[in-house]
């Protein structure tokens, strides 16, 4: 069975550039999450989809942060403008439902913001 | 928000002895899970171990358990015979049914093997 799938892996954009990440979570795993990780943190939660429906986006800074999951399986996270407080790892998490108590997680998107 | 823990920034363990990682969570909630997710230099996470808060019983998963003491809001991590392999960031987590299963992280201890 493939894993949370991400792309690309490393990103290194210009400040005020846009960006986009993109994962795939497991087959038939109807939640998904998109965390923050800085540099010797834990990962923050940024957004969780149900199905196509974002249940939760209250740590999403939505004057730059943007996300999409259209048809409940690929989800998109886009930033416009980035800037270099940006610079993170992105995480994806995927799983069967919000009461499964097993996250599984892709292995992130490295961004450098310059 | 609930907030978890890890005040070892940095452990090491020789390969082969026992070493513990410890993890303390602030809730006034009494049903909630608790979780380790190891990840190695590649950045993946993956789940070693997780504990029911109503259960008493300790969980364990072959060279991994955990002393969760409810009261004092403790949740430990002991790696048995640490192998090279072991060698990773660990996290603690906590996870609550009452905010929407959000899972909230610490800040992680490095652990080093030392063959």
């Known amino acids: 069975e493939a894993g949370v799938v991400q792309s690309p892996r490393y990103k290194i954009i210009e400040k005020k550039q846009p960006v986009a990440f993109w994962c795939n979570p497991i087959?038939?795993?109807?939640?998904l999450y998109w965390y923050l990780q800085n540099l010797g943190q834990g990962p923050e939660l940024l957004i969780r989809?149900?199905?196509?429906?974002?249940?939760?986006d209250s740590q999403l800074p939505k004057d730059r942060f943007s996300a999409e999951r259209l048809k409940g399986v690929d989800s998109t996270l886009k930033i416009q403008p980035a800037e270099l407080g940006d610079s993170a790892v992105y995480l994806c998490?995927?799983?069967?439902?919000?009461?499964?108590?097993?996250?599984?997680f892709g292995p992130g998107t490295r961004l450098t913001v310059t | 928000a609930q907030t978890v823990t890890q005040s070892q920034p940095e452990m090491s363990v020789q390969e082969a002895e026992t070493v513990t990682l410890s993890c303390t969570y602030d809730?006034?909630?009494?049903?909630?899970?608790l979780f380790w997710y190891k990840q190695p230099p590649s950045r993946q996470m993956i789940l070693v171990i997780r504990?029911?808060?109503?259960?008493?019983q300790n969980a364990t998963e072959n060279r991994f358990s955990v002393n969760f003491q409810k009261a004092a809001k403790s949740f430990s991590l002991k790696i048995s015979d640490s192998q090279l392999g072991d060698a990773a960031m660990y996290f603690c987590?906590?996870?609550?049914?009452?905010?929407?299963?959000?899972?909230?992280f610490g800040t992680g201890t490095s652990l080093t093997v030392i063959p």
């Open positions: 087959s038939g795993h109807n939640t």
């Open positions: 989809y149900e199905n196509e429906e974002a249940v939760d």
């Open positions: 987590a906590y996870r609550s049914p009452n905010t929407g299963n959000q899972f909230y």
């Open positions: 809730t006034s909630e009494s049903d909630y899970y």
């Open positions: 998490a995927s799983s069967l439902g919000p009461i499964s108590y097993e996250q599984y």
């Open positions: 504990q029911e808060a109503y259960k008493q």
